[in-house]
Nanobody
Framework: QVQLVESGGGLVQAGDSLRLSCAASTRTFSTYVVGWFRQAPGKEREFVAAIRWNGITTSYADSVKGRFTISRDNGKNAVYLQMNSLKPEDTAVYYC??????????????????WGQGTQVTVAS
């Protein structure tokens, strides 16, 4: 069982930055794919970004490409999401999730076995 805890959310103004963190309870986390997803009120949970175990291979949703950066520190069992140039449409609960391996699509929620409880990000216009 892997426990994931997100932190770093908050209320910011459009154009501001936030850095989300995802801390894991197990060292094997360093071998997992980790993704960030978000869910806005009344909408489905959607893929934001993901990073493979090597910390080099990353994927991003088109809506955040160029503004968000995912990174990881395997020594600290942590993954980060640096969010710059935030927009009101980025407002959502952000979740981190981990996958032992990706079978089909790194962007698919069904690939991820473990999820955190989420952290709220609110961007005011």
């Amino acid at each position: 069982q892997v426990q994931l805890v997100e932190s770093g959310g908050g209320l910011v103004q459009a154009g501001d930055s936030l850095r989300l963190s995802c801390a894991a309870s197990t060292r094997t986390f360093s071998t997992y794919v980790v993704g960030w997803f978000r869910q806005a009120p009344g909408k489905e949970r959607e893929f934001v970004a993901a990073i493979r175990w090597n910390g080099i291979t990353t994927s991003y949703a088109d809506s955040v490409k160029g503004r968000f950066t995912i990174s990881r520190d395997n020594g600290k069992n942590a993954v980060y999401l640096q969010m710059n140039s935030l927009k009101p449409e980025d407002t959502a609960v952000y979740y981190c999730a981990s996958a032992v391996r990706i079978r089909v699509a790194i962007t698919s929620r069904s690939e991820y076995e473990y999820w955190g409880q989420g952290t709220q990000v609110t961007v005011a216009s």
